[in-house]
Nanobody
Framework: QVQLVESGGGLVQPGGSLRLSCAAS????????IAWFRQAPGKEREGVSC????????YYSDSVKGRFTISRGNTGNTMYLQINNLKPDDTGIYYC??????????????????????WGQGTQVTVSS
């Protein structure tokens, strides 16, 4: 069955870095959209980045562009989100999601949560001194 499992979150000081992992099983992530969302307490879920690997397409929200990098691991079936220069406003639960089984591959987007059918359990990122 299709599953996504996030890991890599933790408590980090402002200016620090984290690399979040999204391990996929039950499908090959290259051929489907993979997205990262985050949700801070009391706020709505916010899309931060997505990738359509087979199309060579990535997208970042304006709030994270230049600090976040989405990528596929060189081996295995894992997507990563590298986060640099962490800020307190980056605090939240980070989720990865996929639009599997949508076909053929298409350029991903963050405007509709309903495009993503499977979600991981989330990993907590806390940025604080």
């Amino acid at each position: 069955q299709v599953q996504l499992v996030e890991s890599g979150g933790g408590l980090v000081q402002p200016g620090g870095s984290l690399r979040l992992s999204c391990a996929a099983s039950g499908f090959i992530l290259d051929y489907y959209a993979i997205a990262w969302f985050r949700q801070a307490p009391g706020k709505e879920r916010e899309g931060v980045s997505c990738a359509s690997i087979s199309l060579g397409f990535t997208y970042y929200s304006d709030s994270v562009k230049g600090r976040f990098t989405i990528s596929r691991g060189n081996t295995g079936n894992t997507m990563y989100l590298q986060i640099n220069n962490l800020k307190p406003d980056d605090t939240g639960i980070y989720y990865c999601a996929t639009d599997w089984p949508r076909a053929p591959p298409h350029k991903c987007a963050l405007d509709s949560h309903s495009d993503y059918n499977y979600w991981g359990q989330g990993t907590q990122v806390t940025v604080s001194s």
